[in-house]
């Protein structure tokens, strides 16, 4: 059997699947609410639509609604994203931390984080 592929989210499919793993299932109206902008009810149909053939949301149906459950969950598609960035960009996990941190852009709060992370996971 062929190992299921990694999700990868368009921007319109990622802002949709924001939506399911904070709220849980939701219908196309609860979704609409949620978004910040006038995302029209056609527009949300069509991206749950291409996110269930791809196998990450499931539709039930509830009543004359149906009801979108998220299939995948946040941190397997931030993992599968961090991969493909390390992937195409980097090489390797320590090629990014290392241009993370060269880049200056990280406040004394975050390193701090990072650096109490690092001591756990030596003590782990």
């Not at 941190?75 to 060269?102: I, K, M, P, W, Y």
């Amino acid at each position: 059997m062929a190992k299921k592929r990694a999700p990868v989210f368009t921007d319109g499919e990622l802002r949709l699947m924001n939506v399911l793993w904070k709220r849980g299932p939701s219908t196309v109206l609860e979704i609409q609410d949620a978004l910040d902008d006038e995302l029209v009810d056609s527009t949300i149909r069509t991206l749950l639509k291409i996110l269930e053939d791809k196998g990450y949301v499931r539709r039930l149906k509830e009543g004359r609604a149906f009801r979108y459950q998220p299939l995948v969950g946040r941190d397997e598609t931030s993992a599968s994203a961090v991969r493909q960035v390390v992937n195409r960009f980097f090489g390797t996990h320590v090629d990014l931390v290392l241009s993370l941190l060269d880049s200056g852009e990280l406040s004394d709060r975050e390193l701090r984080r990072i650096r109490q992370a690092i001591k756990k996971k030596k003590g782990a």
